[in-house]
C-alpha cells in the first residue's frame, strides 16, 4: 500500500533493531528507494506473463537470483526451502512429490513405472510434461529463469497430472541484442563423506541482429558419497516368514550365511549430473517468433541414499551406515525436444508448444533382505525329501531339507515417452472481458522390465513371457537363471483436451471473476505380461505334473493383452475465482477449484494363501479409477511501506475423493502389491509469506504451512460377492492422517547486502524446521518380528521425528566476478525425509550431513 514515505522510513528504522545503523533516518532519492523495494517476481502460472502479486494462485517462485543465493542447483537441494511441498525419495529421481499434504507413498521405485499410480503433482519443463511414477524428474537447475511452484488443483489449464499442484522448471530464452555469457565453478566438503566440484557455463550469442539468436548451458557436478557399507553378515533365522517356515519352522542345517566383504567401503552413494541444453530463437517479424529447445541430461547415482537403521535384530547401527550384498546403482537419463511458437492473429495472441521427452532408467538393487519375506524360501530351499528333479534318486534327498544362498537383487530398466501437442488463444489483457482457451492432446507410454533375482534353488526352468495368446513383450527373451519373477508392461495413455478460462472485470482493476473448465478424455491401457517361477521346479511340491522348459503358461502368468485392460475416462475439472484488489497492493482472492488425476491397472491377481483370512473370499481388482481432489481456499497478496514489505498467504480446505492407495501384504491380500480406491481424505491448512527489506541492505524472507489432514471414511477391502472385508482397515482408522504431511514446515532466512570500497559483499544465515510425519498410510503391512517368530512386527507407517536445520554464507564480489563461501546443515543434523521397508529392511533417507563449499562466479 502506498504511504507516507517518512513514515515509512521511520518504522524501518524501528524495525529493524540493532542493525540501526544500517536504517535509513531521512527519505533517500527516487533511485535509492527504488533499489529497497521488494523485487517484482514475474510468472506464467495462468499462461499469460504478470506480476505474481496479481495472481490469485498461491505461488512459490524461485528466481535465478534465489537459487544462486541458496546454493541449490538440484530438487534435493531447493524443496527444503518450499514449505508445504515434500520429497518422498529413496535417492534422487526416484520418488514422489507431494503438496500441501496431499501424500500416501508407494513401496518402491522397483515396478511402478508399470504398476504404480500416476504421480499428483504434475513436474513441467517449460510447456512439456515430463511426471513418471514413483520418479520425479530431477532436473539441474542450471540457467534458469525460476521455478514456479503453484499449490492447489491445476486441472484447469495443466490437466490430469495437476491434482494437486504443478513444479514448473523455467528456463532462459535466448537474446536477441546481447552477447554474454557466464561461468561458474565450486568445490564442497561434505561431512563424513568424500568432496564435491561443479562446473557450469552459458554463453548467449545473437548470429542475426535483432532476427536470430541461440543460447547453450553446459554442467558438470559430481557430489561425493556419505553413506557406508559396514561389515555383516546373512544368516537365516527361524523368524523368517517363509511359506514353507523350514518345514517347522527351524532353519535346515548347513544353510548358508553370506557376507558383504568384498563390497564394504566408505562414501558409497556419489551422485553425478552432466548435461547441456541448447535453443534456437529465431524472429520472423514483431508479431511472430520461434523457439526450438534441445535438452540432454545424465545423472549417475551410486550406491543408496538411505541409512538402515537397525538390523534384523533391531539393533541400532551405526549414523550413515547400510549393509549391502549386491552393488546398487540408478543411471537415468532424458532428452527433451521442444518448439515454442508465439503469433498473434489481429489482436488474439497465439501460442502453439510442441516437445517430445525421452527418459530412460536403468536401476539395480540389493534385495537380499526378502529372504525375511513370505514366499522367499519356496525360491532359496528345498523341502525334506525334495529336490523332486526328474530322475532323482534317494542320494539327493534331503531329510531335513536345504537352502542355497539368501543373496537377491532387482532391476528396472525404464522407457518413458511423452509427446505432447497444445494450441492457446488468448486476448488482450487489458479487455475487461478477456479469455484463453486451447486443444491438447498427449501420447503418454511407459515400457518397463523389472526383473526380480531371488530364485537361487537351482531346480527350477528358467521363465518366459506367455506363448498363448501373443503378448507384447519389451523383451521376449527367456530369462536367465536366478530371474524368479518379472514384469514386462508396457503402460500408457492418450490425452485429448478443450480447455478455456475467462476473466470478467466487474470493477476494472479491481473486482474480478474467473471462470474455466477443461473437458478431457483420456484413453488408458496396459499390456504385456507379470511371469512369476511358482510351479516351475519340475517334479517340485507345487509343480505340474508337466513342465515345460523354458517355463511358461504355468500357473502364476498373467496375460495383460489377453485382460484388455483398455479404460476410456472423461469429463470436466473446472476453476471459479472471485479477486478483489482491495488496494493496487493488495489482493483477496477465493477460488473453489477441482484437480484429477488417471486410474490404472494392476498386474493381475496374486493367489491368496490359504491361511489367509481372505483366503476364498477376496480377490486382488484388476483395476483401479480416477481420484479427484476439491480445493476452497481463500488468499490474500499484499504490499505495505512503499513495496519494502509483503505479506501473502491463504488457508484452505482440500477434500480429496476415492483416493489411489498401494496394498502390500503377502500373508494376507497375496504376493503382489496393487492399487485400490476407497478412503477420502481432507486436509485443511494455513501457508504464509513474509519478505521485509528492513534497511537498505537487510532482507528478512520467512515461510511458513501449517497442515491437519485425517481419514474422512472407514472405507474396507470388498469380497468377492461385494461383501465388506472385516480385516484390521488397511488405511487405518478414521481421523488417521496422510503421509508425509507435517503439521508445521517453516524457514526463516536474512540477507545483509553492503558495500567495502569498491567490492560488493554479503552475509546470509537461514535455518528451517519440520515437524514429524508419518511415512505410509498403509496400516496393514507389519515387519518380520525377529523376536517372536509368527507374530507381527513394527508397523511400517513411521513416525519420523521432526528436524531442524540452518544454513550461512558470504561472499564478495567486483564487476565481473565474484566469490562465496557458504554451509548447509550446519549442525550436521541426521534429518529423515522419508522411511521404507521396501526392501524388508527399515531404511530412512536422510539429507545431505553438513556441507560447507567455495564457489566462483564470472559473467561477461
Given at each position: 500500500?502506498?504511504?507516507?514515505?517518512?513514515?515509512?522510513?521511520?518504522?524501518?528504522?524501528?524495525?529493524?533493531?540493532?542493525?540501526?545503523?544500517?536504517?535509513?533516518?531521512?527519505?533517500?532519492?527516487?533511485?535509492?528507494?527504488?533499489s529497497?523495494?521488494?523485487?517484482?517476481?514475474?510468472?506464467?502460472?495462468?499462461?499469460?506473463?504478470?506480476?505474481?502479486?496479481?495472481?490469485?494462485?498461491?505461488i512459490?517462485?524461485?528466481?535465478?537470483?534465489?537459487?544462486?543465493?541458496?546454493?541449490?542447483?538440484?530438487?534435493?537441494?531447493?524443496v527444503?526451502?518450499?514449505?508445504?511441498?515434500?520429497?518422498?525419495?529413496?535417492?534422487?529421481?526416484q520418488?514422489?512429490?507431494?503438496?500441501?499434504?496431499?501424500?500416501?507413498?508407494?513401496?518402491?521405485?522397483?515396478?511402478?513405472?508399470g504398476?504404480?499410480?500416476?504421480?499428483?503433482?504434475?513436474?513441467?519443463?517449460?510447456?512439456?510434461?515430463?511426471?513418471?511414477?514413483?520418479?520425479?524428474?530431477?532436473?539441474?537447475?542450471?540457467?534458469?529463469?525460476?521455478?514456479?511452484?503453484?499449490?492447489?488443483?491445476?486441472?484447469?489449464?495443466?490437466?490430469?497430472?495437476?491434482?494437486?499442484?504443478?513444479?514448473?522448471?523455467i528456463t532462459?530464452?535466448?537474446?536477441?541484442d546481447?552477447?554474454e555469457?557466464?561461468?561458474?565453478?565450486?568445490y564442497?566438503?561434505?561431512?563424513?563423506?568424500?568432496?564435491?566440484?561443479?562446473?557450469?557455463?552459458t554463453?548467449?550469442?545473437?548470429?542475426?541482429?535483432?532476427?536470430?539468436?541461440?543460447?547453450?548451458?553446459?554442467?558438470?557436478?559430481?557430489?561425493?558419497?556419505y553413506?557406508?557399507n559396514?561389515?555383516?553378515?546373512?544368516t537365516?533365522?527361524?523368524?523368517?516368514?517363509?511359506?514353507?517356515?523350514?518345514?517347522?519352522?527351524?532353519?535346515?542345517?548347513?544353510?548358508?550365511?553370506?557376507?558383504?566383504?568384498?563390497?564394504?567401503?566408505d562414501a558409497?552413494?556419489?551422485?553425478?549430473?552432466?548435461?547441456?541444453?541448447?535453443?534456437?530463437?529465431?524472429?520472423?517479424?514483431?508479431?511472430?517468433?520461434?523457439?526450438?529447445?534441445?535438452?540432454?541430461?545424465?545423472?549417475?547415482?551410486?550406491?543408496v541414499?538411505a541409512?538402515?537403521?537397525?538390523?534384523?535384530?533391531?539393533?541400532?547401527?551405526?549414523?550413515?551406515?547400510?549393509?549391502?550384498?549386491?552393488?546398487?546403482?540408478?543411471?537415468?537419463?532424458?532428452?527433451?525436444?521442444?518448439?515454442?511458437?508465439?503469433?498473434?492473429?489481429?489482436?488474439?495472441?497465439?501460442?502453439?508448444?510442441?516437445?517430445?521427452?525421452?527418459?530412460?532408467?536403468?536401476?539395480?538393487?540389493?534385495?537380499?533382505?526378502?529372504?525375511r519375506?513370505?514366499?522367499?524360501?519356496?525360491y532359496?530351499?528345498?523341502?525334506?525329501g525334495?529336490?523332486?528333479?526328474?530322475?532323482?534318486?534317494?542320494?539327493?534327498?534331503?531329510?531335513?531339507?536345504?537352502?542355497?544362498?539368501?543373496?537377491?537383487?532387482?532391476?528396472?530398466?525404464?522407457?518413458?515417452?511423452?509427446?505432447?501437442?497444445?494450441?492457446?488463444?488468448?486476448?488482450?489483457?487489458?479487455w475487461?472481458v478477456?479469455?484463453?482457451?486451447?486443444?491438447?492432446?498427449?501420447?503418454?507410454?511407459?515400457?518397463?522390465?523389472?526383473?526380480?533375482f531371488?530364485?537361487?534353488?537351482?531346480?527350477?526352468?528358467?521363465i518366459?513371457?506367455?506363448?498363448?495368446?501373443?503378448v507384447?513383450?519389451?523383451?521376449?527373451?527367456?530369462?536367465?537363471?536366478?530371474?524368479?519373477?518379472?514384469?514386462?508392461?508396457?503402460?500408457?495413455y492418450?490425452?485429448?483436451?478443450?480447455?478455456?478460462?475467462?476473466?470478467?472485470?466487474?470493477?476494472?482493476?479491481?473486482?474480478?471473476?474467473?471462470?474455466?473448465?477443461?473437458?478431457?478424455s483420456?484413453?488408458?491401457?496396459?499390456?504385456?505380461?507379470?511371469?512369476?517361477s511358482?510351479?516351475?521346479?519340475?517334479?517340485?511340491?507345487?509343480?505340474?505334473?508337466?513342465?515345460?522348459?523354458?517355463?511358461?503358461?504355468?500357473?502364476?502368468?498373467?496375460?495383460?493383452?489377453?485382460?484388455?485392460l483398455n479404460?476410456?475416462?472423461?469429463?470436466?475439472?473446472?476453476?471459479?475465482?472471485?479477486?478483489?484488489?482491495?488496494?493496487?497492493?493488495?489482493?483477496?482472492?477465493?477460488?473453489?477449484?477441482?484437480?484429477?488425476?488417471?486410474?490404472?491397472?494392476?498386474?493381475?491377481?496374486?493367489?491368496?494363501?490359504p491361511?489367509?483370512?481372505?483366503?476364498?473370499?477376496?480377490?486382488?481388482?484388476?483395476?483401479?479409477?480416477?481420484?479427484?481432489?476439491?480445493?476452497?481456499?481463500?488468499?490474500?497478496?499484499?504490499e505495505?511501506?512503499?513495496?519494502?514489505f509483503?505479506?501473502?498467504?491463504?488457508?484452505?480446505?482440500?477434500?480429496?475423493?476415492?483416493?489411489?492407495?498401494?496394498i502390500?501384504?503377502p500373508?494376507?491380500?497375496?504376493?503382489?502389491?496393487?492399487?485400490?480406491?476407497?478412503?477420502?481424505?481432507r486436509?485443511?491448512?494455513?501457508?504464509?509469506?513474509?519478505?521485509?527489506?528492513?534497511?537498505?541492505?537487510?532482507?528478512?524472507?520467512?515461510?511458513?504451512?501449517?497442515?491437519?489432514?485425517?481419514?474422512?471414511?472407514?472405507?474396507?477391502?470388498?469380497?468377492?460377492n461385494?461383501?465388506?472385508?472385516?480385516?484390521a482397515?488397511?488405511?487405518g482408522?478414521?481421523?488417521?492422517?496422510?503421509?508425509?504431511?507435517?503439521?508445521?514446515q517453516?524457514?526463516?532466512?536474512?540477507r545483509y547486502?553492503?558495500?567495502?570500497?569498491?567490492y560488493?559483499?554479503?552475509?546470509?544465515?537461514?535455518?528451517?524446521?519440520?515437524?514429524?510425519?508419518?511415512?505410509?498410510?498403509?496400516?496393514?503391512?507389519t515387519?518380520?518380528?525377529?523376536v517372536?517368530?509368527g507374530?507381527?512386527?513394527a508397523?511400517?507407517?513411521?513416525?519420523?521425528?521432526?528436524?531442524?536445520?540452518?544454513?550461512?554464507?558470504?561472499?564478495?564480489?567486483?564487476?565481473?566476478?565474484?566469490?562465496?563461501?557458504?554451509?548447509?546443515?550446519?549442525?550436521?543434523?541426521?534429518?529423515?525425509?522419508?522411511?521404507?521397508?521396501?526392501?524388508f529392511?527399515?531404511?530412512?533417507?536422510?539429507?545431505?550431513?553438513?556441507?560447507?563449499?567455495?564457489?566462483?562466479?564470472?559473467?561477461?
Amino acid at each position: 500500500m502506498n504511504g507516507n514515505p517518512k513514515l515509512s522510513y521511520a518504522i524501518a528504522a524501528i524495525l529493524s533493531g540493532s542493525a540501526a545503523g544500517f536504517a535509513y533516518a531521512t527519505p533517500a532519492s527516487d533511485a535509492e528507494a527504488a533499489s529497497d523495494q521488494i523485487q517484482e517476481i514475474t510468472v506464467t502460472a495462468q499462461r499469460r506473463t504478470e506480476n505474481n502479486q496479481n495472481v490469485p494462485i498461491q505461488i512459490q517462485a524461485l528466481t535465478a537470483e534465489t537459487l544462486v543465493q541458496l546454493n541449490v542447483s538440484t530438487f534435493e537441494d531447493f524443496v527444503r526451502y518450499l514449505p508445504n511441498v515434500q520429497d518422498a525419495s529413496q535417492g534422487p529421481g526416484q520418488g514422489n512429490i507431494y503438496m500441501r499434504g496431499l501424500g500416501t507413498t508407494s513401496d518402491g521405485t522397483q515396478g511402478a513405472g508399470g504398476v504404480g499410480q500416476f504421480p499428483n503433482v504434475a513436474v513441467y519443463l517449460d510447456d512439456q510434461s515430463a511426471q513418471l511414477p514413483g520418479r520425479n524428474l530431477d532436473i539441474y537447475a542450471a540457467d534458469l529463469e525460476r521455478i514456479e511452484v503453484l499449490e492447489g488443483p491445476q486441472g484447469t489449464l495443466f490437466g490430469a497430472g495437476a491434482q494437486a499442484g504443478v513444479l514448473r522448471y523455467i528456463t532462459n530464452k535466448p537474446k536477441l541484442d546481447v552477447t554474454e555469457g557466464n561461468v561458474n565453478a565450486g568445490y564442497e566438503t561434505t561431512a563424513h563423506g568424500t568432496p564435491s566440484a561443479y562446473l557450469d557455463a552459458t554463453l548467449n550469442l545473437p548470429l542475426i541482429a535483432d532476427t536470430l539468436a541461440v543460447r547453450a548451458v553446459i554442467y558438470s557436478d559430481s557430489r561425493g558419497g556419505y553413506i557406508n557399507n559396514i561389515p555383516a553378515t546373512f544368516t537365516r533365522s527361524d523368524a523368517d516368514r517363509g511359506i514353507i517356515a523350514y518345514e517347522g519352522g527351524v532353519v535346515p542345517p548347513g544353510s548358508p550365511s553370506i557376507n558383504n566383504a568384498a563390497l564394504v567401503g566408505d562414501a558409497i552413494n556419489p551422485l553425478t549430473y552432466k548435461g547441456f541444453r541448447f535453443s534456437g530463437l529465431l524472429k520472423f517479424n514483431d508479431d511472430w517468433n520461434a523457439l526450438l529447445t534441445q535438452s540432454y541430461q545424465s545423472m549417475d547415482a551410486e550406491g543408496v541414499f538411505a541409512e538402515q537403521l537397525v538390523d534384523f535384530n533391531l539393533q541400532p547401527l551405526p549414523d550413515l551406515s547400510t549393509e549391502q550384498y549386491n552393488p546398487s546403482y540408478d543411471k537415468d537419463r532424458f532428452e527433451n525436444t521442444a518448439l515454442t511458437i508465439n503469433g498473434r492473429i489481429d489482436e488474439l495472441k497465439l501460442v502453439y508448444t510442441g516437445g517430445y521427452l525421452v527418459r530412460n532408467v536403468d536401476q539395480l538393487t540389493d534385495y537380499t533382505n526378502y529372504a525375511r519375506g513370505k514366499y522367499a524360501d519356496y525360491y532359496q530351499c528345498i523341502s525334506p525329501g525334495g529336490p523332486f528333479t526328474p530322475g532323482y534318486v534317494p542320494t539327493n534327498v534331503y531329510p531335513q531339507g536345504k537352502c542355497y544362498s539368501p543373496s537377491a537383487t532387482w532391476r528396472d530398466h525404464e522407457n518413458n515417452t511423452h509427446d505432447s501437442q497444445e494450441v492457446r488463444l488468448s486476448t488482450p489483457d487489458d479487455w475487461r472481458v478477456r479469455g484463453i482457451g486451447g486443444l491438447f492432446w498427449e501420447d503418454y507410454t511407459i515400457h518397463e522390465q523389472t526383473d526380480w533375482f531371488y530364485e537361487t534353488n537351482p531346480n527350477f526352468y528358467p521363465i518366459a513371457p506367455p506363448t498363448t495368446p501373443p503378448v507384447t513383450s519389451n523383451n521376449p527373451n527367456v530369462r536367465p537363471a536366478g530371474d524368479s519373477f518379472f514384469d514386462d508392461i508396457t503402460r500408457g495413455y492418450k490425452q485429448k483436451a478443450v480447455f478455456g478460462s475467462f476473466d470478467v472485470d466487474f470493477i476494472p482493476k479491481t473486482l474480478t471473476f474467473t471462470a474455466g473448465t477443461r473437458y478431457y478424455s483420456i484413453d488408458t491401457f496396459e499390456v504385456g505380461s507379470a511371469v512369476g517361477s511358482f510351479g516351475c521346479q519340475p517334479g517340485g511340491l507345487y509343480a505340474a505334473a508337466t513342465v515345460p522348459n523354458p517355463c511358461v503358461n504355468v500357473s502364476n502368468i498373467t496375460n495383460l493383452n489377453a485382460d484388455n485392460l483398455n479404460k476410456t475416462y472423461t469429463g470436466f475439472k473446472s476453476r471459479l475465482n472471485l479477486s478483489w484488489h482491495v488496494t493496487e497492493d493488495a489482493l483477496l482472492y477465493y477460488t473453489w477449484s477441482q484437480g484429477f488425476r488417471p486410474g490404472g491397472f494392476n498386474r493381475g491377481t496374486a493367489e491368496i494363501s490359504p491361511s489367509s483370512p481372505l483366503y476364498g473370499i477376496f480377490k486382488q481388482p484388476i483395476s483401479f479409477s480416477p481420484d479427484t481432489l476439491i480445493n476452497n481456499e481463500l488468499g490474500w497478496k499484499t504490499e505495505w511501506f512503499d513495496h519494502r514489505f509483503l505479506f501473502n498467504g491463504a488457508v484452505y480446505q482440500e477434500d480429496w475423493k476415492n483416493a489411489q492407495i498401494s496394498i502390500f501384504d503377502p500373508g494376507v491380500t497375496g504376493n503382489l502389491t496393487f492399487t485400490t480406491n476407497g478412503p477420502d481424505y481432507r486436509v485443511r491448512g494455513l501457508e504464509i509469506e513474509t519478505v521485509a527489506r528492513i534497511t537498505h541492505g537487510l532482507t528478512l524472507t520467512a515461510a511458513a504451512s501449517w497442515n491437519t489432514s485425517e481419514l474422512t471414511n472407514a472405507p474396507s477391502l470388498v469380497g468377492l460377492n461385494g461383501q465388506p472385508i472385516t480385516i484390521a482397515n488397511p488405511y487405518g482408522a478414521q481421523g488417521t492422517p496422510l503421509a508425509e504431511s507435517p503439521p508445521f514446515q517453516g524457514n526463516l532466512r536474512a540477507r545483509y547486502e553492503f558495500t567495502v570500497n569498491d567490492y560488493k559483499a554479503f552475509w546470509q544465515i537461514g535455518g528451517k524446521h519440520q515437524a514429524h510425519s508419518y511415512a505410509t498410510t498403509d496400516r496393514l503391512t507389519t515387519e518380520v518380528n525377529p523376536v517372536t517368530p509368527g507374530a507381527p512386527g513394527a508397523s511400517i507407517a513411521y513416525d519420523m521425528p521432526g528436524y531442524s536445520t540452518y544454513d550461512g554464507s558470504l561472499g564478495i564480489g567486483k564487476d565481473a566476478w565474484s566469490a562465496e563461501l557458504y554451509g548447509q546443515n550446519l549442525t550436521d543434523a541426521r534429518a529423515i525425509t522419508y522411511e521404507s521397508y521396501s526392501e524388508f529392511v527399515r531404511n530412512a533417507t536422510i539429507i545431505r550431513p553438513r556441507t560447507l563449499g567455495l564457489k566462483f562466479h564470472y559473467k561477461f
